[in-house]
Each structure stands twice: as C-alpha cells, then as structure tokens.
C-alpha cells in the first residue's frame, strides 16, 4: 500500500520556524520526485519545493526561497521541509506529493502542477501568526 505521511505541522510565531516529514512507503523511492505543496483557505493549491532523490536536484517557488530548504533521507524514504522566517502568508494545510520520474523525465518544468503527481499525503497544518 502507497502511503505518505506528513508531520511536523503546528501553530508558530512569525519568524519562527517549523520542519515538516513526510514519511514514504509501499514504492520505490528513488523512482519519484517528492513535491511539497500548500493550500490555503479558499485560495488553489500552491506547489512549494520539490526534490529528486536519485539527482538531489531542489526546487522552490520565488515566495519561499531563501527560508525553506527541502532535503531527502534515502536511507529512510523521507523528505524534510524546513521552514524558516515564516510568515503569516505561509499558513496553509502542506502536502506532500510524489511524481513518477519515467513519466516526467524533466520533471522540474512540471513540478508545481499538482495533476502530475499520482500520490499525496493527508496534510499538515501550518499556521503562523503574526
């Protein structure tokens, strides 16, 4: 069974920081790019950052770079986003998503579309306040 698992979400003080897991199993890791995305209330889902195990290769949408890092744990099929200087625009439930890399072999032309990903976690609630 394919799961991803999301954790670390929380409430938070502007500037502060967070880091969120989302934990992978039941496919081959290093087959799928994962995504980091974020919806907020009444607003569309926004793709954040996405890396790719077999290439380490990140990428991250202009609102958060500079203060989020993403980074892969192959060892424990897990991706981290660390949030740094968070602000209260960056409240939002994030999910974690994977993209299949022998579908989109230049994935990162297609990473913040959310139609290309075939599996998401249940999400994690960020919020900061200011």
């Known amino acids: 069974e394919v799961q991803l698992v999301e954790s670390g979400g929380g409430l938070v003080q502007a500037g502060g920081s967070l880091r969120l897991s989302c934990a992978a199993s039941?496919?081959?890791?290093?087959?799928?790019?994962i995504g980091w995305f974020r919806q907020a209330p009444g607003k569309e889902r926004e793709g954040v950052s996405c890396?790719?195990?077999?290439?380490?290769?990140?990428y991250y949408t202009d609102s958060v770079k500079g203060r989020f890092t993403i980074s892969s744990d192959t060892a424990k099929n897990t991706v981290y986003l660390q949030m740094n200087s968070l602000k209260p625009e960056d409240t939002a439930v994030y999910y974690c998503?994977?993209?299949?890399?022998?579908?989109?072999?230049?994935?990162?032309?297609?990473?913040?579309?959310?139609?290309?990903?075939?599996?998401w976690g249940q999400g994690t609630q960020v919020t900061v306040s200011s």
């Open positions: 890396i790719s195990s077999p290439d380490g290769n990140a």
């Open positions: 998503a994977a993209l299949s890399l022998a579908k989109y072999h230049s994935y990162w032309y297609y990473y913040a579309n959310w139609y290309v990903y075939d599996y």
């Open positions: 039941g496919f081959t890791f290093a087959d799928y790019a």
